[in-house]
């Protein structure tokens, strides 16, 4: 127990070192990611006392102590990578949120669920004790909706960065700024229609232009 503690204040210290001048979106994003790393391991050290069969609460301990690690590590990752001035957003499979552990915990929680039902109709099929269906589905399916969690929101999920560079890659113009019924473009590829007279013909000829600037207004 006293490792676990030393462990939390030195996480601590390095945070606070790392982001002195972190502000309220940085301290809430720590705040949210502990919170919900210490609840994940809570429910991760049950499942594991699920699975041994067992009233020991060592597992429990391990559980909720590195969890709280866990969502330091997260909290420190979601800091660094948030793009200055922006709300941290993050969009998963089945979740969206504004922490990266949220996805991990909502998907642990799902995972439980899922196993206890499971775990709860083979043994009715097998007309054996439907407690120990629950007991050992959803200690089962907590831990593999962990490890879902951990692909979901670290290789899957969307975050701001990825929606910044697909609203790039979708708009039409380098540039542009949308308000209320009006649009604004900044150079803007467009292609050039003119007519061309020659000796006894009339043709169409188009070539590649940019715009400089463009400005739509909506009534």
Same mark, same amino acid.
């Given at each position: 127990?006293?490792?676990?503690?030393?462990?939390?204040?030195?996480?601590?210290?390095?945070?606070?070192?790392?982001?002195?001048?972190?502000?309220?979106?940085?301290?809430?994003?720590?705040? @949210?990611?502990?919170?919900?790393?210490?609840?994940?391991?809570?429910?991760?050290?049950?499942?594991?006392?699920?699975?041994?069969?067992?009233?020991?609460?060592?597992? &429990?301990?391990?559980?909720?102590?590195?969890?709280?690690?866990?969502? !330091?590590?997260?909290?420190?990752?979601?800091?660094?990578?948030?793009?200055?001035?922006?709300?941290?957003?993050?969009?998963?499979?089945?979740?969206?949120? !504004?922490?990266?552990?949220?996805?991990?915990? &909502?998907?642990?929680?799902?995972?439980?669920?899922?196993?206890?039902?499971?775990?709860?109709?083979?043994?009715?099929?097998? %007309?054996?004790?439907?407690?120990?269906?629950?007991?050992?589905?959803?200690?089962?399916?907590?831990?593999?909706?962990?490890?879902?969690?951990?692909?979901?929101?670290?290789?899957?999920? @969307?975050?701001? @960065?990825?929606?910044?560079? %697909?609203?790039?890659?979708?708009?039409?113009?380098?540039?542009?700024?949308?308000? @209320?019924?009006?649009?604004?473009?900044?150079?803007?590829?467009?292609?050039?229609?003119?007519?061309?007279?020659?000796?006894?013909?009339?043709?169409?000829?188009? !070539?590649?232009?940019?715009?400089?600037?463009?400005?739509?207004?909506?009534?």
């Amino acid at each position: 127990m006293k490792r676990t503690f030393l462990l939390l204040i030195l996480a601590a210290v390095l945070l606070c070192g790392s982001f002195s001048k972190s502000n309220a979106q940085s301290a809430r994003l720590i705040g @949210e990611n502990m919170l919900n790393g210490a609840l994940t391991g809570t429910i991760l050290g049950t499942a594991t006392m699920g699975l041994q069969n067992d009233n020991d609460f060592t597992p &429990l301990r391990i559980g909720l102590g590195a969890g709280i690690i866990a969502g !330091t590590g997260m909290a420190i990752y979601d800091v660094s990578t948030l793009p200055k001035g922006q709300q941290f957003f993050i969009s998963g499979l089945f979740n969206d949120g !504004t922490n990266s552990s949220i996805i991990v915990l &909502l998907d642990t929680v799902y995972g439980a669920g899922v196993g206890a039902a499971l775990g709860s109709a083979i043994m009715l099929i097998g %007309n054996q004790s439907i407690i120990d269906g629950l007991q050992y589905g959803a200690s089962i399916g907590a831990w593999a909706g962990f490890g879902v969690g951990l692909v979901d929101s670290f290789m899957i999920a @969307e975050r701001n @960065e990825d929606f910044v560079a %697909n609203r790039l890659l979708n708009q039409s113009s380098l540039f542009q700024i949308d308000h @209320e019924n009006s649009s604004l473009s900044l150079l803007q590829p467009d292609l050039f229609n003119y007519a061309a007279i020659g000796n006894n013909s009339l043709s169409v000829k188009t !070539t590649p232009a940019l715009q400089l600037f463009s400005l739509k207004t909506f009534f």
